[in-house]
């Protein structure tokens, strides 16, 4: 089986690639670099991956500027025979030197995901009315991304967000000191019309000669803008302290699609809200009768 790099950029969701054991592999922010980082902490030729049979890798700096670490400790050439935790120039990535999962597997949980997706989807009416919604809303993204905590924000008329939905916070904490990276993060998402995904490895430099690295966990976000039409009418945030979560392209993509969704049945539900406060302000001289078919007409006349 292939080996596999799991790249776990700042400011975007993880990227996993394949690393074939038939050729060595360069590690750069060269865009011909076979594994490209584009991350300003890596160097145009930075590392080199090279596999040497029976399951190990050789891993060597090529003189890199901010350096190649294994496990927290700074190396120039080390041999990796077991799961680690790699570093160029600070950005973090798990090495694996065997993938557990084969490509008919990755595929067959794919299709999984992407059906219970769809049902989710179908679950979203906007005949539940506006907060019921919202709440659903919310489930369902939390379900998706494997989530603990959320929230939802909708649009003012003003241009500033009010907070209509909570899953495992509350207004004051969101509104708190501690959380204003991740409504920073909001607040960019619905600026941007853009999904901000955000994973931060934290590798424990004090574990040097441990074969493994134990750290306080990977802790992750997403939040996805609720857009019809090209109009923003607020988005969707969730987050997980779980050590070892993180978001993949395919849970963006996924996700994007599930918020997709709910944007337009939010987008009914508040036209059916507002049609129904309409029809109870106007005046009752002012009400159209009831329609009856000619027939009916004709015969009670």
């Known amino acids: 089986m292939p080996a596999r790099l799991i790249v776990y950029p700042a400011d975007g969701p993880v990227v996993e690639l394949p690393l074939s054991e038939d050729r060595e592999h360069l590690v750069g922010r060269d865009p011909d670099a076979g594994v490209h980082l584009d991350d300003d902490r890596v160097s145009r030729r930075h590392a080199r991956l090279t596999p040497l049979g029976a399951g190990r890798w050789q891993l060597a700096d090529l003189g890199s500027k901010n350096g190649v670490t294994l496990d927290g400790r700074p190396v120039s050439r080390a041999e990796i025979a077991a799961p680690s935790w790699l570093g160029f120039g600070g950005l973090h990535a798990r090495f694996e030197p065997a993938a557990e999962r084969t490509e008919e597997a990755a595929l067959a949980d794919e299709l999984r995901r992407r059906r219970a997706t769809a049902d989710l989807q179908r679950s979203l009416d906007p005949g539940e009315g506006l907060e019921a919604l919202l709440r659903r809303v919310l489930r369902s993204v939390l379900t998706v991304a494997g989530a603990e905590r959320g929230f939802v924000v909708l649009a003012r008329p003003d241009d500033g967000l009010e ?139």
């Open 163 to 301: 907070l209509a939905a909570t899953v495992g916070l509350d207004a004051e904490e969101i509104e708190g000191h501690a959380f204003s990276g991740s409504v920073g993060a909001v607040e960019r998402a619905v600026a941007e019309a853009r999904p901000v995904v955000l994973s931060d490895v934290a590798a424990d430099t004090q574990l040097g000669a441990r074969p493994s690295v134990v750290t306080g966990g990977i802790r992750a976000l997403a939040c996805l803008p609720l857009t019809v039409l090209g109009r923003v009418l607020g988005a969707v945030y969730v987050d997980s302290r779980e050590p070892g979560r993180s978001f993949t392209r395919l849970d963006v993509e996924i996700l994007q699609g599930l918020a997709s969704h709910a944007a337009l049945a939010l987008a009914v539900a508040r036209l059916q809200r507002e049609v129904a406060g309409l029809g109870d302000e106007l005046p009752t001289s002012t009400r159209l009768p009831a329609f009856r078919p000619a027939a009916e007409r004709e015969t009670r006349g």
